[in-house]
């Protein structure tokens, strides 16, 4: 494929050799919808194959909205990559569904759900990368809705040039540029009837705002291009020095899939990160970030209940949530040494209560007397510094209802062998 050096492909080049996005890259797959700005993109990174020794495929996503208008679009992206002699993966969703499901919008779901089959797509095709179709007025919308939404320096940057896998070549190039490429070199491409609905929120911002900050400024758009690209260099300078906690826990949830959290709530978990301890934070559809002395965690809010049945409680080694448990009735010094070792905790019962013993998790109001002294679970497991996530799973070992043994707690007072040793168990365990 032939392409002169026009002002748009001469910008792609740019940001491809600045931004070292195809370092290391044999393969490419482009995402392709069908409309101008991935036909576009897919036309332009074919005219590079040669130039970076890079091979393409793309990948068209069917999110099961649209009905015969996304199998029209599908079909259209089949004939186009067949007339360019690529290979193209072609993926379909339940976009309806998803959203139900996840008690999220459908334009979140959307997005949920395409970067999703987009990570199939390159596992199947051994593309090193994706490129996206984003341009600089994506990225100025972003901008504008990171504002909106209330947004901390991060989100400034607006959309990244390469974040992990994929790539944005386009980044740097205009909408007004690439309809001009599209007449210049006679490219179809086909129209998603969605991006008229003004319900979507990106659609409101490209329909409503931005046309009144373009008659403010007619280059608004690359004012808003100069601005990011300035916000991308300050966050490579704070990221190379280590300072900044809010981008941590950004990248976090971006890692984790977890979008739309506010800026609020960013940095009520960046001062939690760094003051250490123990704090959970529930975000969206039922799941928890937690930190835990200076790392962050992700958990389901709800903490799934454990019940625990043991007829008989097995010499040797038993495995079950949190942890393991290891019994022995006779345990030589030298034994003991090295399973200290590698096992956290340990406690000795009274050999006549294993017939009988349930093993649960941790209950609310749990307690044991130990020595003389009660002890809440709950309490007692906090001062121990045991993480929050491993305190609703460590395993509570009771017999006829009654506590018998709490690990890093002790063995309550009615089950304690008191020094008979012919009549006593040694139980260790171990947190996973």
């Given at each position: 494929?032939?392409?002169?050096?026009?002002?748009?492909?001469?910008?792609?080049?740019?940001?491809?050799?600045?931004?070292?996005?195809?370092?290391?890259?044999?393969g490419v797959l482009c995402c392709l919808s069908g409309g101008a700005d991935s036909v576009t993109l897919l036309d332009v990174m074919l005219s590079l194959r040669q130039r970076y020794g890079i091979t393409i495929s793309?990948?068209?996503?069917?999110?099961?909205?649209?009905?015969?208008?996304?199998?029209?679009?599908?079909?259209?992206?089949k004939e186009l990559c067949s007339k360019y002699g690529i290979k193209l993966y072609v993926k379909r969703g339940d976009v309806p569904s998803y959203a139900k499901s996840k008690g999220i919008s459908t334009e979140l779901a959307a997005r949920e759900v395409r970067y999703s089959l987009f990570e199939e797509a390159l596992s199947e095709s051994g593309a090193e990368v994706a490129a996206t179709a984003h341009n600089a007025n994506d990225n100025a919308e972003t901008l504008l809705f990171n504002i909106i939404r209330g947004t901390s320096p991060t989100g400034i940057c607006a959309i990244p040039y390469k974040r992990d896998r994929y790539i944005r070549p386009l980044l740097c190039v205009t909408r007004e540029q690439i309809m001009a490429y599209v007449a210049e070199n006679e490219l179809s491409y086909v129209i998603d009837s969605t991006n008229g609905d003004d319900d979507y929120t990106r659609n409101f911002i490209r329909h409503n705002i931005m046309p009144q900050c373009i008659r403010l400024n007619p280059s608004f758009v690359s004012a808003v291009t100069r601005l990011t690209d300035g916000a991308k260099a300050d966050?490579?300078?704070?990221?190379?020095?280590?300072?900044?906690?809010?981008?941590?826990?950004?990248?976090?949830?971006?890692?984790?899939?977890?979008?739309?959290?506010?800026?609020?709530?960013?940095?009520?978990?960046?001062?939690?990160?760094?003051?250490?301890?123990?704090?959970?934070?529930?975000?969206?559809?039922?799941?928890?970030?937690?930190?835990?002395n200076g790392t962050l965690l992700l958990r389901d809010d709800a903490c799934e209940t454990y019940n625990y049945s043991f007829a008989r409680l097995r010499e040797g080694q038993n495995a079950f949530f949190g942890g393991k448990v290891l019994i022995n009735s006779v345990l030589s010094r030298e034994n003991f040494r090295e399973i200290y070792k590698t096992l956290t905790t340990h406690?000795?019962?009274?050999?006549?209560?294993?017939?009988?013993?349930?093993?649960?998790?941790?209950?609310?109001?749990?307690?044991?007397?130990?020595?003389?002294?009660?002890?809440?679970?709950?309490?007692?497991?906090?001062n121990r510094k045991i993480p929050r996530r491993m305190r609703d799973v460590i395993p509570v070992f009771c017999v006829d209802g009654k506590i018998a043994f709490v690990p890093f707690v002790g063995v309550d007072d009615d089950f304690s062998p008191h020094g008979d040793t012919s009549l006593k168990i040694s139980v260790y365990f171990n947190l996973d």
């Open positions: 494929m032939s392409r002169r050096d026009t002002k748009l492909r001469l910008n792609v080049i740019h940001t491809i050799d600045r931004e070292d996005l195809l370092n290391g890259v044999s793309a990948v068209h996503v069917n999110h099961g909205i649209r009905g015969n208008e996304a199998d029209r679009d599908e079909m259209f992206c966050e490579r300078l704070i990221a190379s020095l280590g300072l900044d906690r809010k981008r941590n826990v950004v990248e976090f949830l971006e890692t984790n899939g977890i979008n739309g959290v506010n800026h609020d709530m960013i940095s009520k978990i960046a001062t939690a990160l760094q003051s250490g301890g123990s704090h959970d934070f529930i975000l969206t559809a039922g799941r928890m970030i937690c930190t835990e406690g000795h019962l009274s050999a006549i209560i294993t017939d009988n013993v349930v093993v649960r998790n941790r209950r609310a109001g749990d307690a044991v007397c130990v020595n003389g002294i009660h002890k809440s679970v709950k309490k007692e497991l906090i």
